[in-house]
Each structure stands twice: as C-alpha cells, then as structure tokens.
C-alpha cells in the first residue's frame, strides 16, 4: 500500500495516527473512500510527498474533478 489518509470531520486534527483513516494502492482508492471530511492530507510512502493544499483546493470542486485529478496522480506515479 503507497498511500496514507489522513482525515477529519473538523478542520482542527486531533493529531498524529488519530486521524489515520486507511493505507491505499492508489489515489485513485483514496478518493474513493474519503467519506464526508472537512479536510484531509495523504501520504506517499514511496516518494516522502505530502500532498495537502493542492488537494484543499481540488476537494471543493464535484467528486468528478476530484477523481479526475487522482487518476492523473497514479498516472504520473507509474
């Protein structure tokens, strides 16, 4: 598993492995089961990226954007 969610139902963390909510192959399964959440950050195990704001931004727009946006992840990570 490459990807570690990290979610919460209240913009304030309550920190660390707390707000741990799953470990994915891709982001692609990430979005796919990241439920109702006020904001989230994921964790590339492979490559040490964080991704955070870019993804603050997408998570506003329609589940089709926000799936789009993954699937060009996993692309990219190939």
Same mark, same amino acid.
């Given at each position: 598993?490459?990807?570690?969610?990290?979610?919460?139902?209240?913009?304030?963390?309550?920190?660390?492995? $707390?707000?741990?909510?799953?470990?994915?192959?891709?982001? %692609?399964?990430? +979005?796919?089961?990241?439920? !109702?959440? =006020?904001?989230?950050?994921?964790?590339? $195990?492979?490559?040490?990226?964080?991704?955070?704001?870019? %993804?603050?931004? +997408?998570?506003?727009?329609? !589940?089709? =954007?926000?799936?789009?946006?993954?699937?060009?992840?996993?692309?990219?990570?190939?």
């Amino acid at each position: 598993m490459r990807y570690m969610l990290f979610a919460g139902k209240y913009y304030y963390p309550c920190g660390g492995m $707390t707000d741990f909510r799953g470990h994915y192959s891709t982001m %692609c399964d990430v +979005v796919r089961n990241l439920g !109702s959440c =006020d904001w989230f950050n994921v964790f590339d $195990t492979k490559t040490g990226e964080i991704f955070d704001d870019e %993804c603050k931004i +997408v998570i506003k727009k329609n !589940s089709y =954007d926000i799936l789009e946006w993954a699937e060009k992840v996993d692309f990219a990570k190939r």
